[in-house]
């Protein structure tokens, strides 16, 4: 989203999404916005998300707690992911402090408790999923143990150097999105680069594909 935006590219994206709509219904369009704000400011984000661009869910920055969440929740047939354990390398300087856990009263990144919050009482009408890097299988794994069969996220394959099987293994092969945007869109800058994009994708299709046949035997 942000990429159309610096390129006063808004309306390609309502366009885009439109067409994705109308040519690929059964494909959900996720706008990863990473919105995070107070809840008043939220509410219009939400209706961007959901109402201008009328995307089926949108990624959101929990860091404000969850009346900056609560506005996207509001439209009922629409998804939020939750960021918890993001893939670039410099979300351990935060997501890595260690918070109390009421009920045990042990010592938890704070990741972890982003993720007991968003699949426990921030939930409550099962529209809540996270996002979990792949390039952190053994914080996907956790993730996973804590919330059970909620959907997760996952960016960070491809130009991030994430690996396939490793993601599916920790996710155990189920309710996964993983997503790959650089190594596809980029995969060539010359005159084939839709064509390159298109070969990219099918591969990396094709690898998740396996990885999942492969785990559920």
């Known amino acids: ?23 690929y219904p059964h494909i959900p369009v996720i706008l990863d916005a990473k919105r995070g704000d107070i ?17 089926d869910a949108i990624t959101v920055n929990p860091y404000m707690g969850f009346d900056s969440i609560e506005p996207y929740l509001a439209y009922a047939d629409k ?6 354990r993001t893939s670039n390398p410099g979300g351990s300087d935060i997501q890595f402090l260690e918070v109390q856990d009421e009920k045990t009263q042990k010592f938890i990144p704070l990741y972890a408790k ?3 919050m968003a699949s426990q009482q921030w939930n409550a009408n099962g529209q809540i999923g ?35 099987p490793a993601t599916v293994q920790a ?3 189920e309710n996964l999105l993983i997503n ?38």
Request: aromatic residues 8%; glycine residues 8%; hydrophobic residues 40%.
């Open 1 to 23: 989203m942000h990429t159309f935006a610096s390129a006063h590219a808004e309306t390609q994206l309502e366009n885009l999404i439109s067409y994705i709509h109308e040519q």
């Open 39 to 55: 809840g008043s400011t939220a509410t219009h984000y939400a209706m961007e998300a959901f109402e201008r661009y009328q995307a």
């Open 79 to 84: 998804g939020v992911f939750v960021l918890c």
């Open 114 to 116: 982003v993720a007991q």
């Open 130 to 164: 996270l996002v979990v890097g792949a390039t952190f299988p053994e914080e996907i794994s956790r993730v996973r143990t804590i919330v059970g069969k909620m959907p997760l996220l996952i960016p960070g394959i491809g130009a991030q150097g994430g690996d396939i």
């Open 171 to 173: 996710g155990k092969g």
């Open 180 to 217: 790959s945007s650089r190594a596809i869109l980029y995969a060539s800058s010359d005159t084939n680069f839709a064509s390159e994009a298109r070969r990219v994708a099918i591969e990396t299709r094709n690898s998740i594909r396996e990885a999942v046949k492969v785990y559920l035997g």
